[in-house]
């Protein structure tokens, strides 16, 4: 499995602990920042990827 495609399995189980709503809040507060930082490296990853393959199709 690549970086990218566990830090969309974090996503998820972060998701689903959000929506449990049985997180207290400094855990939830956790979580958000924690989900915030992984979108971030998933939006460089694609960023990227889509840069690559720019460069193939010329």
């Known amino acids: 499995m690549s970086r990218f495609e566990d ?3 974090e996503i998820d189980e972060i ?3 959000l929506d449990d709503r049985k997180t207290d809040i400094e855990e939830a507060v956790r979580l958000f920042e924690r989900g915030k930082e992984l979108i971030e490296f ?3 990853f694609l960023s990227e990827t889509e840069e690559r393959v720019r460069m193939v199709e010329r």
């Open 7 to 9: 830090a969309l399995k």
């Open 15 to 17: 998701v689903q602990k």
């Open 42 to 44: 998933c939006r460089e």
